[in-house]
Each structure stands twice: as C-alpha cells, then as structure tokens.
C-alpha cells in the first residue's frame, strides 16, 4: 500500500498498545500469546506460592493482581467465543 510518498508493508498481525492484530480481527493468536506470558509469570513466582510462611490471602491478592492483570489487561475490547472462554478459565 501506498499512501503519497509512503510505502506500507502488509503483514498478518502485529502488536499496538500490548494487543495483537491481525487481518481477520481474531483475537485468538492475542489469546494465545496472553496465556503464555500468565504460564510464566505464575511459575516465576511458584516458589513464591509454595511457601507455607506466606498467607493464603496474600497469595490469592498476588494471583489476582499480577497473574490474572497480565492475562486480561485490554481484554474490553475482546470478543469472546465459548473455547476462549475455556482457555481463560484456566486461571
């Protein structure tokens, strides 16, 4: 595509804003990728949840507000199916 003296590559999705988008505007590969990084932001902090000095409380507190934050952040503009509905309940 060109626009004036601007040349566009035309890709199939990119990354704005921490979303990914894509040609199709299906969320799923952004759902994917969003799952991955909630994997690994919950098994840094395993050691963190498998210690018995630490309240559950607190451990429930840093579930929600690190884990499920980093899963969900801009999830409004989401248009969910049933299988993204399970993928996410996996948390």
Known sequence: MKIKNYKFETVENF???EVILNEDNNNQV???ERIKNAN???FML???FKNRNISKKLKLRLKNTVIEKALTCASETWTLK???RKQL???
């Open 15 to 17: 990354k704005y804003l």
């Open 30 to 32: 952004d759902l994917r």
């Open 40 to 42: 690994k932001t919950y």
């Open 46 to 48: 395993q050691k963190f």
């Open 82 to 84: 049933k299988r993204d």
């Open 89 to 91: 309940n996996v948390f």
